[in-house]
């Protein structure tokens, strides 16, 4: 399977500030790498994703970045605001001839102080 | 475009009784895929389920069962139940075959042992 760590469990920030939340994985086969959203009580929804052939994907104030050598890729969410306040998983997949199988992180809990 | 639905959304069990839950993936999506989710934690993998056959399996005990039918939705079957199978259950379906394959989650079925 595919081990997976993710850091800061817990993260705080002043509203228009940045956030950034890293991930580890083990397995050097993976090939996309999805971040997922979780607000309270909802379904984890995905928010943006990255391939392996690219180090850095941009949607608005949402960045993902990979670096595949090192085994890491990072979430960065810029001018942060009070409805970004949600917990955060990265994932790495477990490739299978049925395609991709998803192994998560922990979470990150992102708290933005209004 | 209906995406995936699961019921019940929350259930209450007692130890050592057992449980079905259910789920309908996403139109079009032909794969099922079941996670475990307890209170803070990220979604645990318990398997995946395509072509009516289980192809992925994760670190959970034979308790744990399932199952899909022709029209690709699934169902979780959890026996003997313990106080540590407290969770919220995912279902997640994705299209097998796709580079990929993104998960679509439902709400989740809230289980409480009690």
């Known amino acids: 399977g595919e081990n997976v760590e993710q850091h800061p469990s817990t993260l705080s920030v002043q509203e228009g500030d940045s956030a950034v939340i890293k991930c580890t994985y083990s397995d050097s086969a993976s090939n996309y790498f999805p971040w997922y959203k979780q607000e309270l009580g909802k379904r984890p929804q995905l928010i943006i994703d990255?391939?392996?052939?690219?180090g850095e994907k941009k949607d608005q104030r949402i960045a993902v970045t990979l670096n595949k050598t090192a085994k890491h890729f990072s979430l960065h969410i810029t001018e942060t605001q009070p409805e970004d306040s949600a917990v955060y998983f990265c994932?790495?997949?477990?490739?299978?001839?049925?395609?991709?199988?998803?192994?998560f992180g922990t979470g990150t809990s992102l708290t933005v102080i209004p | 475009d209906a995406g995936v639905t699961q019921s019940p959304t929350h259930l209450i069990k007692t130890r050592g009784q057992q449980v079905t839950l259910r789920c309908s993936p996403k139109s079009g999506h032909d794969t099922v895929s079941w996670y475990q989710q307890a209170l803070g934690q990220g979604p645990q993998f318990i398997f995946q389920y395509y072509e009516e056959e289980e192809r992925q399996r994760g670190n959970f005990p034979d308790r744990f069962s399932g199952h899909q039918f022709p029209n690709y939705s699934s169902e979780l079957n959890v026996n003997a139940l313990l106080l540590g199978d407290s969770a919220l259950y995912l279902c997640?379906?994705?299209?097998?075959?796709?580079?990929?394959?993104?998960?679509?989650f439902g709400e989740g079925s809230r289980l409480t042992v009690l």
């Open positions: 994932a790495a997949p477990f490739t299978s001839n049925t395609g991709n199988q998803f192994y």
């Open positions: 997640a379906s994705s299209l097998a075959g796709t580079f990929t394959g993104e998960l679509f």
């Open positions: 990255i391939r392996s052939n690219v």
